[in-house]
């Protein structure tokens, strides 16, 4: 049964160009996870600032293992030595300096697929 991972991040709209560009930068990273079978990054459109990162996998035990793999540490890497240099600089993190996380809060959801259905094939 598939495992749906929904990370909600809180973005300040300054801040929405930079982590759409750092999501495209890192495209590619997560698809040769084993087990890995869908990702959507949802932009808000109804005047929230919460992104949505989606993703599914095979199994709880298949995320997990991305989770501690060497390329979703240097994925995320990236954001922590940015903040650590925002910070050196006297910057606050989060001004849209290019620098820090572009998240203020990040949440993650998890849910089984019980049921789904696509499109019908002729």
């Not at 759409?20 to 495209?27: Q, T």
């Not at 600032?49 to 709880?60: A, C, F, G, N």
């Not at 979703?72 to 903040?83: D, I, K, P």
């Amino acid at each position: 049964m598939s495992v749906v991972k929904i990370n909600v991040l809180t973005v300040p709209p300054e801040m929405r160009e930079a982590l759409e560009r750092r999501f495209s930068g890192r495209a590619g990273m997560v698809e040769a996870a084993d087990g890995f079978e869908w990702f959507e990054l949802l932009r808000p459109v109804d005047g929230t600032d919460r992104y949505l990162v989606y993703t599914r996998w095979r199994s709880e035990e298949d995320f997990q293992r991305w989770q501690s793999s060497e390329a979703f540490q240097a994925g995320h890497a990236q954001a922590a030595g940015e903040r650590t240099a925002a910070q050196g600089h006297g910057h606050e993190q989060g001004h849209g300096h290019g620098q820090g996380p572009a998240a203020s809060a990040s949440e993650l959801w998890t849910f089984e697929v019980v049921q789904n259905t696509g499109p019908k094939k002729d």
